[in-house]
């Protein structure tokens, strides 16, 4: 890998912690299996390399949202793990990539059911039902028809049933229990199947949520799975951003785009080559902090497309060439960044940039 350019700023991901937290998620899934969640890219963090490590860890079954998402993963495991669509496709559509996919509706049942019936082979599927969601998988009627009629089934070969959880970051929300309610009952009245049912937070919610496979991502990636409480995964990303220029300014002196922020003391303000073009959130303005040499270093201004401000006056000998840590030092972790911009910490990692230089940990 080419070493990256002195005003580079370098993203480090860590594949080693991400399979640290899997095996950690592993422990936690009792009995059951635990897939790896790698859809968009997994998370901004790359799906060929995290799918590559997931896999020599022993994972054999993944997720991802689209079609294309899922032959470019097959490209970079190999065959053998399941690699399951949840917006699903057509038959065929996966150009013998062996694609799985989640079948969301009873057209796509009909459809996928039918090629199956056609070439004699039944046609590997997961079959999601809704239970709370109102937005993928079988409704209540659909399910209800299937129920009463499982010759619908033919040409399937259902690897599992799945449901997705609503509200599982949520531990006391009345909707979990109900979900896992619903999805039993779901179960008991369709032939019987392996069940698939937690996302990460679901997963820390007890035994009620446990089942043939849970379905984790964003833990994986050291997103805290329990909001409120102490992050139980291993951090994974870290963006160091090079200084480009160090000024001094005086007492009354605005910084950047609409003199959002003024000076209140004599300043020294450190710019530095990442901003809203690389997934720096502009909703960050004047409200995050960077840190450097363990102590934290307030962002001042607006975020520019290219560049941000910061303000390094407790620090004197930061000089440009020097590396303030915006993503994955303390007070800075995604789900920091994500609470100062009003988001989640997965749209911090989704929206992860093009241009940064990638480091990828081995161990
Ligand atoms: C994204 C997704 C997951 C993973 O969710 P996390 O909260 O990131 O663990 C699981 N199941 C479905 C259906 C999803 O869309």
Redo the contacts with the bound molecule.
Sequence with gaps: MPRPASTEAVLTIDLPAIVANWKDLALRGGPGAVAG?V?ADA?GLGAAEVGRALRAAGCRHF?V?QLREGMALREAIGTGPMIAV?GGFRPGEDDDAGLTPVLNSLGDVAAHGAAGRADGVARRAILHVDTAMARLGLDAGELARVSQDHGLLAGLDLLYV?T?LAC??EPAHPLNAAQAQRFAAACAGLPKTRRCFA????MFLGPAFASDLS?????LYG?N?TPGQANPMRAVVRLDAPVLQVREIAPGTPVGYGASWTAARPTRVATVAVGYADGYLRSLSSRAAAECRGQPVPLIGRVSMDLTTFDVTDLPDIAPGDRLTLIGGSGCSPDDLAASAGTIG?EILTSLGARYHRDYLRG
Aim: glycine share 10%.
């Design positions: 969640v859809k998370y997720f949202a949840l799945m997705h599982a970051d996302n990460s937070s679901g379905r984790p991502g964003c833990a997103i799975p997965y």
